[in-house]
C-alpha cells in the first residue's frame, strides 16, 4: 500500500522545511510513503528545498490557480503516481505530521474513504473568539447540508482512499474543504472525524484576507454546493415558503372581501398572485436543475471510470 503526501504551496520556502521534516517516514499497514508538492505560481526557492530535502514528486503550476485548482492538480499526480491513499496537509506546519497515522488508519483498516482532522478549534490561542465562532457555524451548515456528522469541515488535514480521491470534483476556485464534503455526503462516501494536534501558527493565513471575505466566499460556496448536489431541496423549499407567504396575504385578501372590507386591499390581491406565482416558478426551476443533476450525477460516473482506466495503466506500468 502506498502513501502519498501532498502539500499544496505558495512561497512556503521558509515554513515547507519545517512541515516536511515533521512528516512520518514509517506507518504500520503502509509499505510506502511518498511526498509531494504543488507549486501554486510560487516565486521563492521553495521547488529546490523540497528537492534538496528528498520530495519525490513536484506538481508545477505556472500561474497562481489557487487552492482548490492546487488540490485537484495534486491528486490527479497522485493517482498517477500510485497512490492508494493521499493525505492533503499544509505547508506551513499547522498540523502534526504524527497525527497522520490516525488519519489513514481507518482507511487501512476499511472503515472509511475520506478521514478528516478535527482541530481543538476552541483551544487553538490563535483564533479569535469570532473566528471559533464562524468555524463551528460553517461547520454546522455544512454537516446541514451534506448529511454528514464531519464536527470541522474546513479543516484541510485530510486522507482519501484511492476509490474517493477518483470521484471528487471541485469546481469552486476558492477551498476544496466544504465542497467535497458536501459531495461526498451526496455520493454515500463512508466518512470519518478523528481528533488531531495543531502546532503553533508560524504566518497568517493566506486564504483570505478579511473575516467579512472569509464568511462571504466559505457561504457562497456551501449555498452553490447545496444548489449542485440538492437542487430540487434548495429550490423546492424556497418555492414552498414563497407560495405559503403569497397564500397568506390571499386568505387575508378573501376575509376582508367576504366581510366587505375588501376596498382598498387590492394591493394584496397582486402581491398575493405574484408571490404564488413566483413559488409555483421556483419550483419548476428546481425540477429541471433536478434533472439536471441527475445528468451530471451520470456523467461523474463515467468520469470515474474513465479516471479508473487511466490511472489504474499508470499504476500498472
Known amino acids: 500500500m502506498k502513501l502519498i503526501i501532498q502539500i499544496p504551496c505558495l512561497n512556503e520556502a521558509e515554513t515547507l522545511e519545517i512541515a516536511l521534516n515533521d512528516l512520518p517516514k514509517k506507518i504500520d499497514g503502509v509499505d510506502e510513503i511518498e511526498y509531494l508538492i504543488i507549486n501554486d505560481g510560487s516565486t521563492d ?20 490557480k489557487r487552492l482548490a485548482k492546487g488540490f485537484m492538480g495534486g ?9 492508494d491513499i493521499v493525505v492533503n496537509t499544509d505547508a506551513d506546519n499547522q498540523y502534526c505530521g504524527a497525527d497522520i497515522e490516525k488519519l489513514v488508519r481507518p482507511i487501512i483498516e476499511g472503515r472509511a474513504d475520506i478521514v ?15 473566528k471559533k465562532k464562524l468555524q463551528h457555524i460553517g461547520s454546522w451548515t455544512v454537516r446541514v447540508a451534506s448529511n454528514s456528522q464531519i464536527p470541522d469541515a474546513p479543516s484541510g488535514f485530510r486522507a482519501y ?3 474517493a480521491a477518483m470521484r471528487m470534483n471541485v469546481v469552486n476556485q476558492y477551498t476544496y474543504t466544504l465542497e467535497t464534503i458536501i459531495q461526498a455526503g451526496h455520493d454515500k462516501i463512508p466518512m470519518e472525524s478523528v481528533p488531531i494536534r495543531t502546532n503553533p501558527e ?19 460556496t456551501i449555498i452553490r454546493s447545496f444548489m449542485m448536489y440538492k437542487p430540487l431541496k434548495f429550490f423546492g423549499s424556497i418555492g414552498i415558503i414563497l407560495f405559503l407567504i403569497g397564500l397568506i396575504i390571499g386568505i387575508r385578501y378573501l376575509v376582508f372581501f367576504f366581510t366587505g372590507g375588501a376596498t382598498g386591499h387590492i394591493q394584496s390581491l397582486i402581491l398575493s398572485s405574484t408571490l404564488m406565482m413566483l413559488g409555483c416558478m421556483t419550483g419548476i426551476i428546481g425540477l429541471q436543475a433536478d434533472i439536471i443533476a441527475a445528468n451530471r450525477k451520470i456523467l461523474e460516473d463515467v468520469q470515474y471510470h474513465v479516471r479508473k482506466l487511466d490511472y489504474d495503466l499508470e499504476k500498472d506500468n
Open 116 to 130: 478528516i482532522g478535527e482541530r481543538p478549534i476552541d483551544d487553538t490561542e490563535h483564533f479569535s473568539p469570532l
Open 161 to 163: 482512499s484511492r476509490e
Open 202 to 220: 508560524l504566518r497568517k493565513s493566506r486564504l483570505f484576507h478579511s473575516m467579512f471575505g472569509y464568511v462571504k466566499k466559505s457561504m457562497v
Open 75 to 83: 491528486l490527479d499526480a497522485c493517482l498517477r503516481a500510485g497512490a
Open 45 to 64: 526557492n521553495r521547488v529546490e528545498v523540497a528537492k534538496k530535502w528528498g520530495v519525490h514528486h513536484v506538481v508545477t503550476l505556472k500561474k497562481k
